[in-house]
């Protein structure tokens, strides 16, 4: 029996790790620390609230008085980094929350983590993950081979060079003061509960109301798609089996450019019309609502700066020593996405309009920082 701390529990990935923890390690006490930014959202983890099967702490990573109370209390064993500012268009038009959360809030949690496993003659036995991504090692020309954990560090984005600084500072307490720490380093995720600012979701929201879908430059660039579910698999066998001190790169095996994805999602949608006459009365906007193809919205727009061009991950590692690999073929994994996206309008029309977010910060009465 561990006790846990998960930071970000309630983003994307997070939510989907806190779910997956609690499956396979029932017995184990999990801690969720998040800000409760834009980005979060707690409803698939209400339940295990009310039935006190995990624990909820709206704060700060970077509130050092906190952390140390959460570990005093807690005495966590594990902790599973996941809370940062995850989005690139934003760090581009608003980089400063990046550098305090992804630089600063992820040194204090170190320092946090290791100042209380030294206290407690604990550095032998716990461990601290620390989730990051492979766009910390910027982008490959097309006829590149795929990162490995030795690829040079070239971030191009503010996201990516505050997440650069994070693996940085992890490596640095681990040469230097033995932090019993481990790295992932992820391809590009894609599954339930992901905000509808990044492109899946974006395009799957877009499409059903029948909105431009915006496809960056010429939608060439290549992502590497993993399903969040394999992740999460990962994630827990990292901090397991994983040797302290490592880096492990996580992929999905899954290169494709973003003109395919997007077709992709609108073929998906259009065929899920075909197939249940009772959408076009709910999405009556949607080009597929009048037997028209969802492809006919796709927008080519101005490209981002700095776009990188292509990720692809060598995941032998991970396979190789601590035998994951990912069992989630894209194409069912992205229809099982659009039908997740169809099943759960309320979900992202409250993310969409703010309601969401509004009623949160109103009325949601769990534990808060003091
Ligand atoms: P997300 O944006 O959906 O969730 C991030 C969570 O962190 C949110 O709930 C937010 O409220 C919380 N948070 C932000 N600032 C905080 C702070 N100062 N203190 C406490 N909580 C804070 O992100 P995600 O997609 O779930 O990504 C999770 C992690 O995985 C991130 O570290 C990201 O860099 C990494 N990652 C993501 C992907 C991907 O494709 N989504 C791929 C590789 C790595
Ligand atoms: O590679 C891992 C990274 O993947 C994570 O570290 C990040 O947290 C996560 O956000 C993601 O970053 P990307 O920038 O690759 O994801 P995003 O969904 O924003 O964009 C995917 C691709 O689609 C990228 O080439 C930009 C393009 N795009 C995106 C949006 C939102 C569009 O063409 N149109 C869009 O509207």
Request: hydrophobic residues 40%; glycine residues 8%; contains cysteine.
């Amino acid at each position: 029996m561990q006790s846990v701390l998960i930071t970000g529990g309630a983003g994307f990935i997070g939510q989907n790790l806190v779910h997956a923890w609690r499956a396979a390690q029932p017995a184990d006490r999990l801690t969720i620390v998040d800000a409760m930014t834009y980005a979060a959202n707690v409803r698939s983890l209400e339940p295990l609230i009310a039935d006190r099967s995990i624990e909820f702490v709206k704060g700060d990573i970077g509130d050092a008085a906190l952390m140390q109370r959460l570990f005093d209390e807690h005495k966590f064993s594990r902790v599973a980094h996941l809370a940062a500012e995850s989005h690139v268009d934003r760090s581009i038009s608003d980089p400063e929350a990046f550098l305090q959360t992804n630089v600063l809030g992820t040194f204090t949690l170190l320092k946090t983590a290791l100042d209380f496993w030294r206290a407690a003659a604990m550095l032998d036995t716990a461990r601290f993950l620390h989730v990051s991504t492979d766009e910390v090692y910027g982008s490959l020309g097309p006829a590149d081979p795929a990162f490995t954990e030795s690829s040079p560090y070239r971030p191009n984005s503010p996201y990516a060079a505050s997440k650069a600084s994070s693996d940085h500072l992890v490596r640095a307490f681990v040469a230097t003061y033995g932090m019993p720490a481990l790295i992932t380093n992820c391809s590009n995720n894609y599954g339930p509960y992901q905000h509808p600012e990044k492109l899946i979701p974006l395009m799957i929201i877009h499409a059903l109301e029948g909105k431009p879908l915006p496809v960056y430059g010429d939608g060439s660039n290549v992502r590497d798609w993993l399903h969040v579910s394999d992740h999460c698999d990962a994630l827990m066998n990292v901090i397991e089996r994983g040797r302290t001190g490592e880096t492990y790169n996580v992929g999905g095996g899954n290169e494709r450019n973003n003109r395919d994805v997007v077709g992709l999602i609108c073929d998906t949608i259009d065929a899920a019309f075909a197939s249940d006459t009772r959408l076009a009365a709910r999405f009556p906007t949607c080009p597929a609502a009048a037997a028209g193809s969802c492809r006919t919205l796709i927008t080519y727009v101005t490209d981002r700066p700095g776009h990188d061009h292509r990720y692809a991950i060598d995941a032998t590692k991970l396979a190789t020593e601590l035998g994951s690999r990912c069992k989630v073929d894209f194409e069912r994994g992205l229809k099982q996405t659009v039908q997740w996206y169809l099943d759960h309008e309320t979900w992202w029309r409250d993310v969409t309009s703010g309601a969401y977010k509004a009623w949160i910060d109103k009325n949601y009465g769990f534990r808060r920082a003091v």
